[in-house]
């Protein structure tokens, strides 16, 4: 099978479509015929080592000293189940979801997942573009959303609201009844709004605790503010959350299987701002690399 393959830590130039051997599932497990992946933030930082310190140590003893150890990145997808099946999936059933832990493998014609995993049946007025489009963003923001325990009604500013996982927290945030502030680029309050925000704030031109409003949470969804800032905008016993702490999202399938029911009700859609196909893999890790892109960048494996 063809397969984008890290031979190195470093720029997308150390990308590389090779032919590897398609894997073989064992017991509990489905041989997933991969239809498309998408570029995220774990696959570059992965890929480019972005981390300093002892923490750049650390990443190497994980992952690989000199290269990654499970060279095949990507860690969604949306694809047909292969061969025989396992547990409540069968043969052709469209499925999608995300690999565990340092797994990756979705960079590839196929990957080995378990079927008790993080996989579900596509939402079934999806094309395999939209279906793996909202799998990390959806995933990792309902995953930070419930250690808040929001309650209907609510006020949730959602920082960084137009990457992937900001354009989910901002509609997972309506669906579940609350009023939602976005806070992004000024170039992308339309993309914003449109996806369920009633307010918006252009950080570039303004700081969000200069309005002075109370929000029950603030879910910094880039990493990039902090829980000594986020506080001065918190009404008393609010919640900050963020992706730039020690806490790592949990992916499951009980979130997969609402993410499905949210977009065939279309209180979720899918935000994409480039498609690829899997030859201009490198491309792909280019355009996330510059930090500017809108929702998901979708990698087409196959056709």
């Known amino acids: 099978m063809k397969a984008v393959i890290c031979t190195r830590y470093g720029g997308p130039e150390v990308l590389q479509i090779q032919d590897v051997r398609k894997p073989v599932p064992k017991g509990g497990e489905i041989l997933v015929r991969v239809m498309a992946s998408a570029v995220n933030s774990a696959d570059v930082r992965t890929r480019g080592l972005e981390v300093s310190g002892f923490m750049r140590i650390a990443m190497r003893l994980m992952l690989g000293w000199s290269k990654p150890r499970q060279p095949i990145l990507g860690t969604v997808f949306a694809g047909t189940v292969e061969g025989r ?9 469209r499925v999608y979801g995300c690999t565990s832990g340092l797994s990756y493998g979705c960079h590839a014609e196929y990957v080995i997942v378990k079927s008790d995993g993080a996989v579900a049946p596509m939402p079934e007025n999806a094309s395999f573009d939209e279906a793996v489009s909202f799998v990390f963003g959806g995933t990792t923001a309902l ?4 250690k808040a325990n929001p309650q209907d009604g609510q006020e949730l500013l959602v920082y960084g ?6 354009t989910s927290a901002v509609q997972i945030g309506s669906a ?12 992308n309050e339309e993309l914003v709004r ?6 918006f704030i252009d950080y570039r031109n303004e700081d969000y605790i200069a309005k002075g409003l109370g929000y029950d949470i603030i879910f910094d969804a880039v990493g990039k503010t902090s829980k ?3 506080k001065k905008a918190l009404k008393p016993g609010g ?6 702490g020690a806490s790592v999202a949990k992916e499951t399938k009980a979130q997969l299987e609402q993410l499905k029911a949210w977009f065939e009700l279309g209180k979720l859609k899918a935000v994409i701002d480039r498609t690829y196909d899997l030859e201009n893999a490198a491309e792909a890790h280019a355009y996330v690399d510059k930090g500017h892109k809108k929702g998901n960048v979708v990698l087409r494996i196959q056709s």
């Open 85 to 93: 099946g396992a547990g409540s999936f069968k043969t052709n059933d």
């Open 143 to 146: 995953s930070f959303l419930d």
């Open 161 to 166: 609201a137009s990457g992937a996982v900001g």
């Open 176 to 187: 579940l009844g609350l009023k939602v502030t976005g806070a992004a680029s000024g170039a």
């Open 194 to 199: 449109g996806l369920g925000a009633s307010d």
């Open 228 to 230: 000594a800032i986020a």
């Open 239 to 244: 919640r900050f959350i963020t992706v730039g």
